[in-house]
């Protein structure tokens, strides 16, 4: 598996990362994924506290037992600013809280549940509407003067966003996390149809790709398998943008000799950004199926067609 600076900071992370958001609470199940991720050269793992609770991160702890000496050779990234339903207490419902506060017992529970001294990256999930800057560069300063996060990033950010942090926050932002996918390729899509009232479209994403571009800000995909929409799942109504897109994801897979879940990441690993996708599937089969993107060489002209049937239509 190829690897990777993130962002401008030296850490060396896999091409491609290993979500764990959908880990089964199974103890031995979620061994299985970690393990097949491993054997590929994952060494990337992205976690977040909510995910399961809480549960997935415990899950995933078993992998030190299992293999001794694994912590200095993998990356763990966790996620913190959702507040859950039911914290402070019986009634509170889920709010983004990136107060003091919030931040650093979230970290502190984090690194209870996977059972290590420290975080490589941290990431704030989904932007806080009453952030403060000031309180998150606190917490940042806090966790990083102890040794308990070594960088930190965004998920879901817009560059303004980030940008409004960085009036506080000392240390670099390495890393901003966001959906993308030949299926949901907005972020992309933005830049291309910017300006053109003709296609009743409005660019929504503020610049954010070529912000992260220009800062060195590694963009991590989730959702880079699409859920399996294009590469076999079975979808209950798939509408005729999904159908060709997925029968043009089969055609290039066959005339390649690979996977039609390495075509889906090729297609991210291919732009110029240099994107890591996050994949969250679970099947060791698929993940080693995905893994096969580090191999494939998209043309500009594949990418493109891929881009234009995932969007449902020619660039303008
Ligand atoms: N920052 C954020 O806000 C945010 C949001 C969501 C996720 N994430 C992160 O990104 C990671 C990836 O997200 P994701 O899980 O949505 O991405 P994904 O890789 O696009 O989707 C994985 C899901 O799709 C299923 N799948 C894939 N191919 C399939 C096929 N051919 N047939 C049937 N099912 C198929 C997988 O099932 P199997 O397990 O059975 O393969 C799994 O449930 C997460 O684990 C998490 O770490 C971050």
């Known amino acids: 598996m190829n690897q990777m600076r993130l962002g401008d900071s030296p850490l060396q992370a896999s091409r491609i990362g290993l979500g764990c958001m959908r880990l089964s609470d199974v103890q031995s199940q979620a061994v299985s994924t970690v393990r097949a991720a491993l054997d590929q050269g994952i060494n990337f793992f992205d976690h977040a506290d909510v995910y399961g609770g809480g549960s997935r991160e415990q899950v995933f702890s078993a992998i030190w037992e299992d293999r001794p000496g694994l912590r200095d050779q993998v990356l763990l990234q966790s996620k913190c600013g959702i507040r859950r339903a039911g914290d402070p207490d019986a009634h509170s419902p889920t709010r983004y809280d990136f107060s003091y506060e919030h931040i650093v017992r979230s970290v502190e529970g984090s690194l209870r ?11 704030l999930h989904r932007p806080d509407a009453l952030v403060e800057p000031e309180e998150v560069a606190r917490a940042f300063d806090e966790l990083h003067r102890v040794g308990k996060v070594r960088f930190f990033g965004v998920s879901n950010h817009t560059s303004a966003q980030i940008q409004l942090l960085q009036t506080c926050v000392r240390q670099p932002l390495i890393a901003n996390q966001l959906e993308l996918s030949v299926a949901h390729s907005q972020l992309i899509n933005d830049g291309i149809v910017f300006n053109r009232d003709d296609l009743g479209v409005m660019s929504r994403s503020e610049g954010t790709l070529e912000f992260c571009r220009i800062r060195k800000i590694t963009i991590q995909a989730w959702g880079p ?14 509408d005729a943008r999904m159908e060709q897109a997925a029968a043009l994801v089969a055609q290039l897979a066959a005339d390649k000799g690979v996977s039609r879940e390495a075509i889906l990441i090729a297609w991210l690993l291919r732009h110029p950004a240099r994107i890591q996708p996050i994949i969250g599937t679970t099947n060791p089969e698929r993940i080693a199926a995905a893994c096969q993107a580090d191999r494939v060489e998209l043309t500009h002209e594949e990418w493109y067609r891929l881009f ?8 303008p």
Do not use: I, K, W, Y
């Open 113 to 123: 549940r996977l059972q290590t001294d420290h975080l490589d990256v941290l990431l």
């Open 225 to 238: 398998l699409a859920r399996g929409v294009l590469s076999g799942s079975a979808v209950s109504n798939p």
């Open 308 to 315: 234009e049937a995932g969007r449902g239509g020619r660039v």
